[in-house]
């Protein structure tokens, strides 16, 4: 009978190797133990999906607390979905339909008795009615008092209470300036550089920037006439210019009897449309001084609030080091992570604690600096076009670089996600720490390399391009680095001739695996093979449209590729089936990774970007010489869609005329409008969608005759 | 082949010229010089010699010099084919010659010409023309990736590549010792046609060619390479063999060409609308697959040959592979969508299957519903035929029979075992079909997938409905290994479509649907009755799929004896 039911012992789950690999990669690099004895709670609700979702049920499985996931549509197979104990159906696809009804995630919580809800980012995390609605049931809202949620929530007010817990604000004034010298004095009272506008100018509309008191003449002159001339509105907003400002914040951690500290700062200046990139830990700008500066104003505005639970008090940082508050996020952030690895503190887990009632057991004394850690956010998104524009796919391949030292990756996806255009184009966070910023850095470089991501486009030719850029690493960076280093958008890495070579003479050696094995038939028996492979192959390799004629030879131990006169020695231990060679040329360690091969042509991941290598035998390309080159097809008076998304508008009907970089639709994807433009002049032959469906990449929306 | 080669002898340095078979290794090379000098008393001198004569045998170098003259004339001739205008006319075109498309196809130094001499014999109708050299075709054997292989080249800088009579017999020779040796043969086409001036000659030529590509059909794999005009007659060689290419923009396929066309039917139409590549692998399936260029044709057909055994007689060929076979691919566990109304893409399932992700698809613009084509396992090549949902849903209709019953009975001709992803919703219904016959056609892909002995795996992934399972290499046809994943669904028809039979006026459709999806749409019922022989964890297919070719490497399988079947063609 025992053996009998032994074989009745739960059915070990499909994805238990995933789901154990996820587990187990971050526990390491917290040391706030878990207290088996500490009272907590039975079951907590995360209403949330995808890689923040099953961050915090590791600390739940950590802690011991069962875990409810809710999900869509979309998410049946979701990984967070298999990940909790218990997983309930929450709506269809959009998030407006699933995952921001709070009625349905009320009826969830009574189904499950559920005593928490974990609310993520996003979502309903800074939602005060969804707090509100919980307090009510009695379900505890792991995460600040709803007061607080809203007091921060509002910019102006928050701004406000900033200013009386004695926070640093951004200097200002905005009313009717009398004259120029009165605009003087406000300057010099402010402190240049200032910057000047209209305040009905929205934006960076009509701003003018003074660094001393005739700039601030002239400033005032124009801006005036502007406001009285444009917008019939006198009033000026003259306010501190931050120039190469950083993005630099504080993460708190408050409890509800009095106890708020801070866990050091992150700088995520690295942006692009406002959207954090690449974030580190602690920021390479701050000295101790001005890091418990800033931290004790985190601090004294949380403790204004009444804050409980995790958030985030961000700041500029001018060059100066002054520091202006900017907002608090009454939240867990996205980056969290990296003040995790550099503190130690698993920053879920204390929310938890805290929303059970408990005291902080660390003090800031406790808080270190544990060396470096930087994020990088890795997203299903086309780099090459405006830093990034969301693509959607399947993940045909997917193998996260964990098993290298000191890396950490949360995700929410595993080898055949599909990543939606529902949400977030979120892949991964990317983390990596070392005993200093050198260390963490290169530990970047070699997981971005080792980071296997098939069947989506993502941004790791730009993230790996960031992380070596000399400027980044000397740490001379602000909020518009990436326009200012890519003002004409980013390119993918640019080979120098050396690195070209490494390139052509790593794909020659791929062609030459491939050559040799093509003739290693094991069971031609009844006629002996007759291989005949020359002692020296002569190819083309033709690199970014350049032909590089070589000479590969296989030798015992390794191959040698001559190139232009320059020999390249290449080892032999790596497979052609392999997603990731790890190849040392000439001694040096390089890592490629093999995109796809298709006949002549050899797609290598190198340093992040991807080059398209054709590898010809010598004679061909002689032969190719020969003949004319095919026409190329000229401008094809075809729209097609660069991504999935829905067709928000058509602007144009067949028979109309248009001029070449006109805009005939706009389509919408991951909550981003897309105008797409005639590539040339010429009157709408067909458009084969309306207005409101669904287009994939690379569909056919209009013609032209 | 003539080469050149610096050898030093008792430390002086000496060019040889001589036939390349005679001088393989230096030590051959030293003999050879030893024993002309002891023949003809020749006295070696420093670098740069010419010393074909005195280098050869006796014999040969004892023929008077008129006739050495007049042989390395022929050589020439034949070698330089139409001449430097018409070799750069053909060059003009994007086409290479003759001699060219064969250095590019053979193994370097493999290339073994047979009647170089040829010429055609008689004078001919209204003719002054110069005698026609090597007869407008190169033929003989060589290597691709060190296996023999038979070839012909037509040189369409030799008066259009025109098929004479003597130059058919070329090409039969050659076909002749193919199939005696058990060969392939590959043909690359690009001929203007029949030699008009020889009139019935010419035909006959056609027909001596036709009469073996049947005989060879079968015994060794033919395939044919379209790489300039094969118009009339001749298209009918290529449509005979087993495999025909073509290359993008210099290649048609016509039986009458556009001039006969406009005069007969007064269409107007060029020759690339008429037979061009696109034509032929998009719409009348006459071709398998078109090529960019005349070099990538070429390479991609060395990469197409390995796939291939060389004849009837050999098993699939088996490559070192290095593809793991124990290779788990959980991505397999995501692809097939709940909702049996959406489709997946069949290529995602056959790539990650297979080594290496190389897939030789044979007419990929051709009836995509089914896909068909090579690929190993485990370095074991193997034929694919799988429905793909994402085109009519997977269903079968008449070009997809056709498709894929030629396929399998290459496969099974040759002893290349087939593997069948199953995802069908059934026959495609419609007049159209039933009216152009789908019955009579759809029976091709039945009769071919009963017939074939070779071993036959079949994974059904979601649906198998109807007539359409069955004909999807089900357990029911000798099938050896049949798999189930656990999204499958063997049933005569779909929830929807049966409760409406069913249970017809049936208020409640939805739960009787939901019922007889409980019931039917699961592998729970086949594999009961054992028609599936696992229920397989999608990410395991591979896995198994290798272990079982190897075990069905040694099956051996007869049908009743008989003159032959009867296919309904």
């Not at chain 2, 059909?217 to 298209?235: E, F, K, N, R, T």
Request: charge should be negative; glycine fraction near 8%; aromatic fraction near 8%.
């Amino acid at each position: 009978m025992a053996s009998y039911r032994f074989n009745l012992v739960k059915r070990v789950p499909q994805f238990s190797s995933s789901l154990y690999r996820i587990a187990r990669r971050c526990c390491s690099i917290y040391t706030t133990p878990v207290d088996t004895n500490e009272p907590t709670f039975d079951k907590i609700l995360i209403a949330n999906r995808g890689e923040i979702a099953c961050r915090v049920m590791q600390t739940c499985k950590r802690m011991g607390i069962k875990t409810v996931a809710i999900f869509s549509e979309a998410d049946r197979h979701a990984l967070h979905a298999q990940m909790a104990d218990e997983a309930m159906y929450v709506g269809p696809a959009p998030s407006n339909q699933s995952y921001l009804v709070m009625d349905r995630i009320m009826d969830i919580i009574r189904k499950t008795g559920a005593q928490a809800v974990h609310p993520g980012y996003g979502f309903l995390s800074e939602n005060k009615e969804f707090a509100k609605k919980l307090a009510d049931e009695g379900v505890a809202f792991i995460g600040p008092p709803s007061g607080a949620i809203q007091a921060m929530g509002d910019k102006i007010e928050s701004k406000l209470l900033a200013k009386d817990a004695k926070v640093n604000v951004i200097p200002g004034f905005d009313g009717v300036v009398k004259d120029a010298d009165e605009a003087v004095q406000i300057a010099n009272d402010i402190g240049y550089p200032v910057m000047i506008k209209a305040s009905a100018g929205g934006g960076g509309k009509g701003m003018r920037i003074a660094w001393n008191d005739q700039e601030a003449r002239d400033g005032f002159r124009l801006s005036s006439q502007e406001a009285a001339s444009s917008f019939g509105d006198d009033r000026l907003l003259i306010e501190k210019f931050i120039d190469n400002p950083r993005h630099i914040e504080m993460q708190v951690l408050a409890d509800s009897h009095g106890n708020a500290l801070y866990l050091n700062e992150r700088e995520c200046s690295i942006q692009r449309r406002n959207q954090k990139v690449v974030e580190e830990a602690p920021s390479i700008f701050l000295d101790p001084d001005t890091r418990r500066a800033m931290g004790e104003q985190a601090v004294a505005l949380a403790r204004a609030v009444d804050y409980t639970s995790a958030g985030t008090v961000e700041f500029l940082v001018d060059s100066q080091k002054n520091f202006y508050f900017l907002e608090m996020n009454t939240r867990l952030q996205v980056e969290h992570p990296i003040t995790e690895c550099i503190t130690g503190v698993d920053i879920v887990q204390q929310m938890i604690r805290v929303a059970k009632g408990h005291e902080l057991t660390i003090k800031q004394s406790d808080i270190p600096i544990r060396g470096w850690a930087v994020e990088c956010r890795v997203y299903a998104e086309d780099p090459y076009k405006s830093f990034g524009l969301p693509s959607i796919g399947w993940l045909s391949r997917y193998q996260e670089p964990t098993h290298l030292p000191k890396v950490r990756c949360d995700s929410g996806i595993q080898e055949g996600s599909e990543i939606s255009m529902y949400y977030d184009p979120m892949i991964s966070k990317l983390v990596t720490y070392g005993d200093n910023r050198e260390e963490a850095l290169q530990n970047m470089c070699r997981a971005l390399d080792n980071y296997v991501i098939r069947g989506v486009t993502h941004n790791i030719p730009l993230l790996q391009e960031i992380i070596a850029h000399p400027r980044f690493v000397s740490g001379d960076i602000n909020t518009k680095f990436l326009y200012e280093e890519y003002p004409d958008g980013f390119q993918g890495r640019q080979l120098s001739d050396a690195e070209q070579k490494e390139v052509a003479a790593m794909a020659a050696c791929i062609y030459l695996r491939d050559q040799v094995r093509a003739g290693a038939f094991k069971n031609e028996n009844r006629m002996p093979l007759q291989p005949v492979n020359p002692a020296a192959w002569d190819i083309t390799a033709i690199v970014q449209g350049q032909e590089m004629p070589a000479t590969v030879t296989e030798n015992k131990d390794n191959f040698t590729v001559t190139i232009d006169g320059q020999t390249l020695t290449v080892n032999k231990d790596w497979s052609i089936a392999a997603a990731v060679l790890d190849a040392t040329i000439n001694g040096q360690q390089n890592t490629f990774q093999c995109i796809s091969r298709k006949g002549d042509e050899i797609k290598l991941q190198y340093k992040g970007t991807v080059f398209k290598v054709e590898v010809l035998p010598k004679k061909a390309t002689d032969y190719s010489h020969l003949m004319p080159e095919k026409p190329k097809v000229e401008a094809s008076g075809e729209v097609r869609s660069p991504m999935a998304g829905s067709l928000v508008s058509i602007s144009v009907q067949p028979g109309q005329d248009v001029a070449i970089g006109q805009e005939v639709c706009v389509i919408e994807a991951m909550k981003m409008q897309n105008s797409l433009t005639a590539d040339r002049s010429g009157k709408v032959k067909a458009v084969h969608f309306e207005t409101g469906t669904n287009v994939s990449e690379d569909d056919l929306i209009l013609e032209l005759e | 082949m003539l080469v050149c080669r610096h050898t030093t002898f008792r430390g002086e340095t000496t060019t040889i010229v001589c036939p390349a078979s005679q001088i393989s290794t230096n030590k051959n090379m030293a003999a050879l010089v030893k024993h002309s000098r002891s023949l003809s008393g020749f006295q070696a001198r420093p670098a740069c010699l010419k010393l074909l004569r005195a280098a050869l045998p006796r014999y040969y170098s004892a023929l008077p010099p008129a006739a050495h003259e007049r042989i390395g004339d022929k050589r020439r001739a034949a070698l330089t084919g139409g001449g430097q205008r018409r070799i750069d006319a053909q060059h003009g075109k994007g086409k290479l010659t003759a001699r060219e498309r064969v250095d590019l196809l053979l193994d370097p130094g493999t290339f073994v010409e047979y009647d170089m001499f040829v010429e055609d014999r008689r004078a001919e109708f209204g003719s002054e023309r110069e005698a026609v050299p090597g007869a407008g075709v190169i033929t003989g054997r060589g290597h691709i990736h060190g296996r023999p292989v038979f070839l012909f080249s037509q040189d369409f800088t030799v008066v259009g590549g025109t098929l004479s009579n003597a130059h058919a017999t070329k090409i039969c020779k050659i076909m002749d010792q193919a199939m005696l040796t058990g060969v392939p043969v590959v043909g690359l086409n690009d001929s203007g046609g029949a030699r008009i001036e020889q009139g019935v000659d010419s035909m006959s030529g056609y027909g001596d060619i036709f009469q073996r590509n049947v005989e060879a059909s079968g015994v060794v794999p033919q395939i044919s390479l379209i790489m300039g005009p094969c118009a009339g007659g001749a298209a009918y060689s290529p449509a005979l063999s087993d495999f025909t290419f073509m290359v993008k923009d210099t290649s048609y396929l016509f039986v009458t060409g556009p001039d006969v066309v406009k005069s007969v039917t007064g269409e107007d139409v060029s020759c690339e609308e008429l037979g061009g590549a696109q034509i032929h692998t998009a719409l009348s399936g006459v071709a398998h697959r078109a090529f960019e260029n005349d070099i990538d044709a070429l390479l991609r057909l060395r990469e197409f040959y390995n796939f291939l055994p060389l004849s009837y007689k050999d098993p699939a060929p088996i490559r070192t592979g290095e593809d793991p076979a124990d290779r788990i691919c959980p991505v397999l566990d995501h692809l097939v969508p709940l909702d049996p109304e959406k489709p997946f893409n069949m290529h995602d399932i056959i790539r990650s299957v297979i080594d290496e992700e190389d897939f030789f698809e044979i007419m990929p613009d051709f009836a995509g519903n089914i896909l068909v084509g090579f690929a190993r396992m485990d370095g074991r090549t193997v034929g694919i035929v799988a429905n793909q949902p994402t085109k009519l849903g997977g269903s079968l209709d008449i070009n997809a029979s056709v498709k894929g019953a030629r396929f399998v009975r290459f496969c099974d001709a040759f002893n290349i075992p087939l593997l069948t992803f199953v995802d069908v919703p059934g026959f495609l219904p419609g007049t159209a079909q039933e009216h152009s016959g789908i019955i009579r056609h759809g029976a091709k892909l039945l009769f071919a997938a009963c017939e074939a002995t070779v071993p036959k795996i079949t994974v059904i992934t979601r649906k198998a409905y109807g007539g359409a399972y069955g004909v999807m290499a089900s357990k029911h046809m000798k099938a050896d290994m049949n798999y189930a994943w656990p999204t499958a669904e063997v049933a005569v028809m779909g929830a929807k479509a049966a409760v409406s039979v069913l249970f017809r006026g049936d208020q409640d459709k939805a739960r009787r649907e939901a019922e007889y999806a409980e019931t039917f749409a699961n592998p729970l019922p086949a594999a009961s009755r054992g028609f599936v022989d696992d229920i397989l964890e999608p990410r395991m297919t591979r896995r198994r799929i290798c272990r079982d070719l190897h075990l069905l490497s040694t099956k051996q399988e007869s049908r009743p004896d008989k003159r032959h079947a009867n296919i309904p063609l």
